[in-house]
């Protein structure tokens, strides 16, 4: 789509994640990220178990060359690293927790819980494409043992539909802690995710 007055197509085309055991190594990882190639911070800091996470975004061979590079300088504590490309636009402000839910998008919630915090981000972009969803948080890691989950929310098929998308991705890796599909949440249940 083009038009008079709107923007090109964003440059955010991809997320790398690094994610290291030591909070040491995290800081000059990212050093390195941040060095190797133009991308944006889209996350950096500790996470549980003393670990640090380190997530940018770019086009894909920045986002490559940044994730290689900070993989490089994490002498032995690297845990994982992971590019996910031709990522769905949804999943930048979900990350950021910068969404908004209008109330036809209200009729279920959908929740996915990953072992993995690298992982929820390809489980979050496989399920936003696969049905009319509105991702409104990607949790990275923080207060949850480590762990990643996604909530999202829409009409009761749509949800069924994407949380069955991203806990396909999550099962065939093998880091699925769980799903759930509530219709008709409390509206304070509701607000308790917002």
């Known amino acids: 789509m083009t ?5 090109a ?23 390195a990220m ?9 996350l950096a800091r500790t996470i549980c178990s003393g670990k640090y996470l380190i997530v940018v975004g770019g086009d894909v061979a920045s986002v490559q060359a940044s994730v290689e590079a900070g993989a490089a300088k994490c002498d032995g504590s690297l845990i994982e690293r ?9 999943v930048f402000p979900a990350i950021g927790l910068a969404v908004d839910v209008t109330p036809e998008y209200t009729k279920a ?7 993995s915090a690298s992982s ?4 979050a972009d496989a399920a936003v494409k696969a049905a009319n969803v509105v991702l409104f948080r990607i949790h990275l890691a923080m207060a949850v043992g480590g762990k990643g989950f996604v909530v999202l929310t829409g009409d009761i098929a749509s949800v069924e539909a994407a949380v069955a998308a991203g806990a396909a991705v999550a099962s ?22 917002m």
């Open 3 to 7: 038009g008079e007055g709107e923007s």
């Open 9 to 31: 197509v964003p440059k955010l085309k991809s997320i790398g994640l690094v994610e290291v055991s030591s909070i040491a190594a995290g800081y000059v990882a990212l050093d």
């Open 34 to 42: 941040l060095k190797a190639a133009q991308v944006d911070l889209l």
């Open 82 to 90: 992971r590019v996910v490309t031709k990522v769905h636009p949804a």
């Open 109 to 115: 919630i959908g929740l996915i819980e990953t072992f």
């Open 120 to 123: 929820i981000v390809d489980v």
């Open 172 to 193: 065939g890796e093998g880091i699925l802690v769980g799903k759930a599909v509530i219709p008709g949440p409390a509206k304070e249940l509701f607000r308790e995710f």
